[in-house]
C-alpha cells in the first residue's frame, strides 16, 4: 500500500460518523412496526455498515486486487452458509 494511498484521519472520522448514524437509523427503525420488512430492512443497514468497515477501517478498499478477491470470497461463502442454514431451519416446518 502506497502512502498516497492511505486514508487520513477525516476518511476514518466520516466513516465513524456515517456508522453512528446507521446504528441511529437502526435503533430508531427497531421501534417501528414494519412487520417483516423490519428484517429487510435491519439486514441492509447491517450490510451498509459492514462494507464501510471491510472498505475503510480493514483497508480492503486500497489494497491490492488479492486482497478484494479474497473478501468477495468471505462474502460468498458466508451467504452460502447462511442460506443452507436457513434452508435447513425452514425445512423442518
Not at 477525516?10 to 466513516?15: G, I, S
Not at 435503533?27 to 443497514?45: M, Y
Request: charged share 10%; net charge positive.
Amino acid at each position: 500500500m502506497s502512502s498516497e494511498q492511505q486514508p487520513g484521519p477525516r476518511v476514518f472520522v466520516c466513516v465513524w460518523i456515517a456508522l453512528l448514524a446507521l446504528l441511529g437509523l437502526t435503533v430508531g427503525l427497531s421501534f417501528l412496526r414494519l412487520g417483516v420488512l423490519s428484517l429487510v430492512v435491519a439486514v441492509a443497514i447491517a450490510a451498509v455498515k459492514s462494507g464501510l468497515i471491510g472498505a475503510y477501517f480493514m483497508h480492503a478498499r486500497y489494497d491490492s486486487g488479492l486482497v478484494a478477491l479474497f473478501a468477495i470470497a468471505g462474502v460468498y461463502w458466508v451467504t452460502i452458509l447462511i442460506g443452507l442454514v436457513s434452508l435447513d431451519y425452514l425445512s423442518r416446518f
